[in-house]
């Protein structure tokens, strides 16, 4: 009688990711003798109006088509750039875009597709199994319900509030590398650990910016509040922000 091969637990590489995320943080907050004081809510209130001011939609870089194609493209996304996973995901999506369609091209041809892509093998795997079980339990659609979406394989806390949040307009926090260090570095809910930070900027982000809040974030971190050389000189909420030393110049 076969074996069966345990199943792949999920949110494995989105696990390492949020543990990656919090270490320069991390790093950082140990070397200073005193942690300042999160801003204060009408300074909250300002930052989020300035970033709404700058960009009143915007929008996530992973490439989709419906759902489905973005619950498949963020768990491919984990310890991976959105660039590189959007010139895997082009091919793929083309020919497999629905749960049916991934599982006919198989988790071997899946393979293929995302190669190019870090953990590419535990990934492609957990793609066709949670699109086996996306059939099997859903009719085939992305439930809106958190504990559904993180019982799919491959999917974890910052999967779901993405998918959440980007499919069904949930006000969420997905906590990556950037956000948690804009987080804690200007800062508006510290925490040292991903969840920390989540839960503390649920509690302090007003319900008006509650939709876009975690990609203002995120989106300021990859491009300006950078981990090595963070670009002060044209941040757009540099006299809120508490971050010393600020840089000067490019």
Known sequence: MPTKKPPVKPGRSE???AKAAAKPVAKLV????????PLPPDE??????????????????LEHVNPFT????????????DAG????????????DT????????????RDYVKTIGLYRT???????????????????????????????GVGRKTANVVLNMAFGEHTIAVDTHLFRVSNRVPL?????????????????PPRFGQHAHHWLILHGRYICKARKPECWRCPINDLCRFEPKTKGP
């Not at 140990?30 to 004081?37: D, F, H, L, V």
């Not at 973005?70 to 750039?81: G, I, N, P, R």
């Open 15 to 17: 696990a390492l990711s």
């Open 30 to 37: 140990a070397k200073r003798t005193k942690q300042p004081k």
């Open 44 to 61: 909250v209130f300002e930052v989020f109006r300035r970033f709404e001011a700058i960009e009143p939609e915007p929008k996530g870089e």
């Open 70 to 81: 973005l619950l498949v493209a963020v768990v491919l996304s984990a310890q991976a750039t």
């Open 85 to 96: 996973v959007n010139k895997a995901t082009r091919a793929l999506f083309k020919i497999a």
């Open 99 to 110: 749960p049916e369609k991934m599982v006919a091209l198989g988790e071997d041809k899946i």
């Open 123 to 153: 990934k492609a795997k957990n793609v066709f199994l949670l699109s086996q079980q996306l059939i099997a339990e859903h009719s085939s659609d992305v439930p809106r319900d958190r504990d559904a979406l993180e019982k799919l394989p």
């Open 189 to 205: 809910a510290p925490g040292k650990t991903p969840l920390a930070v989540e839960l503390g900027l649920l509690k302090i982000v």
